[in-house]
Nanobody
């Protein structure tokens, strides 16, 4: 089972994009979902996490105040709204599911699985 991230593209500095993470075929509302990104030559880094109910949200310092994570469990979708994009936001963005239900995934990629192929976000003028 893999999550499907979509919504990436080419943006200019200051633009906005909304990424979606779909979970076809399995229950989403029991799991925390994490967003991570990976730039060329770098390790996958934590961006944001949202708990199963959506009550708790966590952000990396680099995106706090610019990105907003949300979820629609009925639709089996998790969103990452990205505002005021910067060139350093350029990366492939992935969503992952926490290893166990009703547990925080944390800020390490090892706390998640069900990674899909990701979606490319490029911020350039």
């Amino acid at each position: 089972v893999q999550l499907q991230a979509s919504g990436g593209g080419l943006a200019q500095p200051g633009d906005s994009l909304r990424l979606s993470c779909a979970a076809p075929g399995f229950t989403l509302d029991e799991y925390a979902i994490g967003w991570f990104r990976q730039a060329p030559g770098k390790e996958r880094e934590f961006v944001s996490q949202i708990t199963w109910s959506g009550r708790f949200k966590q952000y990396a310092d680099s995106v706090n105040g610019r990105f907003t994570v949300s979820r629609d469990n009925d639709a089996k979708l998790v969103y990452l709204q990205m505002e005021s994009l910067k060139p350093e936001d350029t990366a492939v963005y992935f969503c992952g599911r926490a290893l166990n239900p009703y547990t925080y995934g944390g800020e390490a990629a090892g706390g998640y699985n069900s990674w899909g192929q990701g979606t490319q976000v490029t911020v350039s003028s």
